[in-house]
């Protein structure tokens, strides 16, 4: 789904200035609803919601779908989701980039991590006695760093793929044509 631009007016501020129009057009992101659950939901009359509908549906940023059943559903156009969702993918994107740059680094240091040599030579004994010598490898740093810059990739990775199928789930049930969304 491209993004919608939104030409404002005075007609778009007019309507988007009342509170109860946010509230449905929020109300209507998360889902399509009718009437009867809109009033439910923002605990309003349903000739109160009927109107406040009717501006917004004036205005493009929500339509009535009529896919057969004996209910009216109604859901955000393009131009209403691009209102509460004004970046679209672009947060998605940015977090899925984050997260393989995290992963490609955490993975980077594990590698120098395990391939790093490892002294084979007898360590002297420290200056001014005490202490057993321990032989020069890898430094523990690079281990941690590297476990958990993978860590945080793979955590910001799954988190973008849920956003992106929830995302992906929203669209198609937001079609007012009853049409799946690819």
Not at 46 to 68: E, I, M, N
Not at 77 to 96: C, D, F, S, V, W
Request: proline letters at 6%.
């Amino acid at each position: 789904m491209e993004p919608a631009d939104i030409v404002l007016t005075k007609d778009t501020f007019e309507v988007l200035a009342s509170g109860t129009r946010l509230d449905i057009l929020k109300a209507l992101h998360i889902r399509r609803m009718t009437i009867t659950e809109l009033a439910a939901d923002l605990g309003l009359a349903k000739s109160t919601v009927h109107h406040h509908l009717q501006r917004l549906a004036d205005a493009g940023f929500v339509a009535a779908g009529d896919d057969g059943h004996a209910w009216v559903y109604y859901a955000l156009t393009p131009e209403g989701l691009a209102l509460l969702q004004p970046h679209g993918g672009a947060r998605i994107r940015i977090i899925l980039a984050a997260g393989l740059a995290s992963l490609a680094g955490g993975v980077c240091a594990l590698a120098a991590f395990l391939t790093a040599p490892v002294r084979e030579e007898p360590v002297p004994p420290l200056a001014g006695g005490g202490g057993i010598p321990v032989p020069e490898g890898a430094p523990v740093e690079l281990l941690v760093a590297g476990i958990a810059l993978a860590v945080i990739g793979g955590v910001l990775i799954t988190y973008a793929c849920a956003r992106w199928r929830n995302r992906r789930a929203a669209a198609q049930h937001l079609d007012p044509a009853g049409e799946e969304v690819t």
